[in-house]
Nanobody
């Protein structure tokens, strides 16, 4: 079993920055893709960003391109989401996810086998 634990929740003013972290523990695997999704109140969960095992491949939803950066720690079992120039519409619960085989479509929630509990990001106007 794999556990994903997010941290970095917070309240920030528009234009500010936050960094989310996700640490994976438990069974380790060598090729997993990590992703971030978010869900705002009354809306469906949406893809935000993903990164391959090697870190050489990343994908972002258009609405965060140029503002958010996903990266992996040196130990590969930690992933970060640096969020800059935050907007009120970024307010949501952010979820970390892991695709064990690393072969699924990075933007598709159905590709991911494990999920964190979520962490709240609130951006005030």
């Amino acid at each position: 079993q794999v556990q994903l634990v997010e941290s970095g929740a917070g309240l920030v003013q528009a234009g500010g920055s936050l960094r989310l972290s996700c640490a994976a523990s438990g069974r380790t695997f060598s090729s997993y893709t990590m992703g971030w999704f978010r869900q705002a109140p009354g809306k469906e969960r949406e893809f935000v960003a993903a990164i391959s095992w090697s870190g050489r491949s990343t994908l972002y939803v258009d609405s965060v391109k140029g503002r958010f950066t996903i990266s992996r720690g040196n130990a590969k079992n930690t992933v970060y989401l640096q969020m800059n120039s935050l907007k009120p519409e970024d307010t949501a619960v952010y979820y970390c996810a892991a695709d064990e085989q690393g072969r699924g479509a990075m933007h598709d929630a159905r590709s991911y086998d494990y999920w964190g509990q979520g962490t709240q990001v609130t951006v005030s106007s």
